[in-house]
């Protein structure tokens, strides 16, 4: 009998080990992915300089306004981010003036990536430019972190003051 209650104890005690090693084994799993989840939904877009000139095309005899903008994009949660299909977006004043495709990125926590783009405009007539436009640019990409990933669109705007430049 007291085999039998000894062997019973034993398996008592293993079951208990079991449904904590389980409960262990699901929270973590549980943190990594929320962890995934909020890396990929923190994604961040920000323009951080931004340009605008007239130049002249080869095959066009009048001239299309150009917009440089500098900017960067990071995630301000906490595991390695990977973004692919990178689409761009710049509007002035509501207006889609172009989208352009970015390179596949990836950075560790803390860091981001910067980019440089071009968009050129060659519908709008450059003498009636808005010296104060406010200018959107959106990135619509795929957002992968840990085990979660998206297709998400994030965007910044700011209202530029360009002056007195005209074309």
């Known amino acids: 009998m007291a085999s ?3 062997i019973l104890n034993r398996l008592k005690s293993i079951r208990v080990l079991l449904i904590l090693a389980l409960v262990v084994s699901y929270a973590g799993a549980t943190a990594y992915y929320v962890m995934s989840d909020t890396s990929v939904r923190g ?4 323009m951080f300089s931004l340009s605008r000139f007239c130049t002249e095309d080869s095959g066009i005899a009048d001239r299309i306004v150009t917009y440089n903008v500098a900017g960067s994009i990071w995630s301000s949660h906490s595991l390695r981010t990977s973004i692919s299909n990178l689409q761009f977006t710049l509007a002035v004043d509501g207006v889609r003036v172009e989208t352009v495709n970015g390179e596949n990125v990836s950075f560790d926590p803390g860091n981001g990536s910067s ?3 071009t968009f050129k405009d060659p519908t709008v007539d450059p003498r009636s430019l808005s010296s104060s ?3 959107v640019l959106s990135l619509t990409a795929l957002v992968s972190a840990g085990i979660a990933s998206a297709t998400l669109t994030r965007s910044d ?3 530029q003051d360009f002056g007195t430049t005209t074309c």
């Open 4 to 6: 039998r209650t000894s």
């Open 43 to 46: 994604l961040t877009v920000k």
């Open 157 to 159: 705007s700011l209202l």
């Open 133 to 135: 436009p406010k200018i």
């Open 115 to 117: 980019f440089l783009l």
